[in-house]
């Protein structure tokens, strides 16, 4: 199957405004059923979850509901899906809670190609642990982060590896899998950032390998919040602070406080949506994974193009050159500012931010330091005429 553009598109009332978004790796516009199973668990009568009243049962269906959905995403299991504010928050907690078994002797790796929040969250815990932090570096020649890379610092002192899916900043896939077997041979635990990953390609966490996952629905079309998944039978072995009253339930120990229902519900219907992109026949899981095919193949085919035409422009670098990656571009201009892009597209309604969105480490890898570039990324919306903009765009500046 091939993606239908022009019918996603019409889902999507925030494109009626008439930007050209290439926003989407900050978060992505949100179709309308995911706005209306929002508003549709807002007004339905809802209570703490529970089985006695109908409000209840609401509350305890629109969980369960977004356990399943994320975990047929990612090829997990429901029992193993905690929600939480954010992937951050989630990272963090889940760092204190493992690093409640760390001390010294102990080694805990991250990378410079990561988001700080799959870095901030270990180096922190570590650090308060008495743990030593490992870096691994990539190259910023070819982008790439190899396995050879991970190997190289990691031992028998290892505890948990921290590694991302796909950079936010310049789209590298590392190879979880080959990742994953090294650090288990070290006897360690793998921590996956998903966040970037989940928006652009096909999940599953039986293949990557990993121990935790962590993702967004904001970046997947869906509402602001984070969820991580990891097997059952581990989040048994962990056990966070919590709260005496609460339930000590996996997965329900790792949720403090009430849950975000209604976002919840519109998790549900944006991976809903995404299935939907496969059509009606068969299951959500098999759906999920024929759309996020389809979403692949029109997203790369747009960055192919791209990428081309970004070639033929004078003194523009592109940053983004793994063989493996997600349709996230980052680009700067010889001798003018990526702000100054940034600005001058958005003068002309298109919409291609300018920083380290957060990938600091990786940013300064680059020699880029805290600046960063102009981060150009691809959604499933994207079409032919917003890459025209935002070339036309990009020649208008740079002629400037
Ligand atoms: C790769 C990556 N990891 C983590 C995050 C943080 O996600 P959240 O906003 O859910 O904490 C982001 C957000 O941009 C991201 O792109």
Known sequence: MSLDVVALRAQFPALLGGAAHFDGPGGTQVPTPVADAVHAALVQPTANRGATTQAE??????????????????????????????????????????????????????????????????VQA????????????????????????????????????????????????PPLPAIAGVVHAAGALLHVDGVHLTAHVPVDLSELGCDTFVCSPYKFLGPHCGALVAAPAFLETLHPDKLLPSTDAVPERFELGTLPYELLAGTTAAVDFLASLAGTSGGRRERLLAAFHAVEEHEDALRVGLEDALRELPGVTLWSRAAHRTPTLLVTFEGRDAADAYRYLAARRVNAPAGSFYALECSRHLGLGDTGGLRIGLAPYTDQDDVDRLLDGLRGFLAG
């Open 57 to 122: 049962r609401n509350a305890d269906d629109v969980v369960l509901g977004a356990r399943r959905a994320i975990a047929d995403l990612v090829g997990g299991d429901p029992r193993g899906v905690v929600f939480g504010r954010s992937a951050t928050v989630l990272t963090y907690d889940l760092a204190r809670t493992l690093a409640a078994g760390w001390g010294p002797g102990d080694e805990v790796v991250v990378t410079r190609l990561d988001h700080d929040a799959n870095v901030r969250p270990w």
């Open 126 to 173: 570590a650090e308060r642990a008495g743990a030593t932090v490992r870096w691994v570096d990539f190259d910023p020649a070819t982008s790439e982060l190899t396995v050879a890379d991970v190997a190289a610092v990691v031992s028998d002192r290892t505890r948990l590896v921290a590694v991302t899916g796909a950079s936010n900043l310049i789209g590298t896939r």
